[in-house]
């Protein structure tokens, strides 16, 4: 079993839809979460970190649950340019330190006109 | 502007060649990073440092090598080429552990 998992999609929205991706981790240690964003043959870059309480930078919005090892992404109002593969990242305990990151495999997102 | 650079973008091999992917930064980090992606699938650790002189395996095991003998520089060497070796091979430095990451633009290799 993968210690990240994520459906890979594709997930094929319009414009100005709301999508939701999920993440599902399976060390109950894990320390610290991330979203990155990868765009096609590039390399990954952070969107924004994820806090228990949930969090929100612009039209996303992050979500954690430890008790079902859970996180999530919402993006509202999809533009054309959030088309991208979303990759779910924790670290495992004592690790946000060492900074190992573990990557999931990846939610591709295309959002059409 | 990148302040972490990799180079070359792409290499294509022959195998048996020795070769080396360059990582250098201008940010003074500290920790450094090695990744390989194959397509579609996700990254894994296989080389990390915390300092000058400090180089550690990460979890997916790798034939390659590192070494880090100035702070700006973690070059990454494979003494044989494989076509196995195939895949994206990204380099990061973080200022802060987890947080903090910054990734280089990676090196596509190919081995034929």
């Known amino acids: 079993r993968k210690e990240v998992e994520q459906d890979p999609g594709p997930f094929n929205v319009p414009e100005g839809a709301t999508v939701a991706f999920n993440c599902t981790y399976s060390?109950?240690?894990?320390?610290?979460f991330f979203w990155y964003r990868q765009d096609c043959r590039k390399e990954p870059k952070l969107l924004m970190s994820v806090y228990s309480s949930g969090n929100e930078d612009g039209r996303f919005t992050a979500q954690l649950n430890r008790a079902s090892q859970y996180i999530s992404l919402l993006i509202r109002d999809s533009k054309l340019s959030d088309s991208a593969t979303y990759l779910c990242?924790?670290?495992?305990?004592?690790?946000?330190?060492?900074?190992?990151?573990?990557f999931g495999q990846g939610t591709t997102l295309q959002v059409k006109p | 502007e990148a302040d972490i650079y990799q180079t070359p973008r792409y290499l294509v091999i022959g195998t048996g060649k020795k070769i080396t992917l360059e990582c250098s930064q201008t940010m003074g980090h500290d920790k450094m990073y090695w990744y390989q992606q194959d397509p579609g699938m996700e990254l894994h650790l296989i080389h990390y440092s915390y300092g000058v002189n400090s180089t550690e395996k990460g979890d997916l095991s790798s034939e390659s090598t590192v070494s880090r003998i100035r702070t700006e520089h973690f070059p990454l060497t494979l003494e044989s080429a494989r076509p196995s070796h195939t895949s994206q091979y990204l380099c990061a430095s973080s200022e802060a552990g987890a947080y903090g990451y910054t990734f280089g633009s990676g090196t596509r290799l190919t081995v034929v």
């Open positions: 060390n109950s240690a894990s320390q610290s």
């Open positions: 990242v924790v670290t495992e305990y004592g690790s946000s330190n060492t900074g190992k990151l573990i």
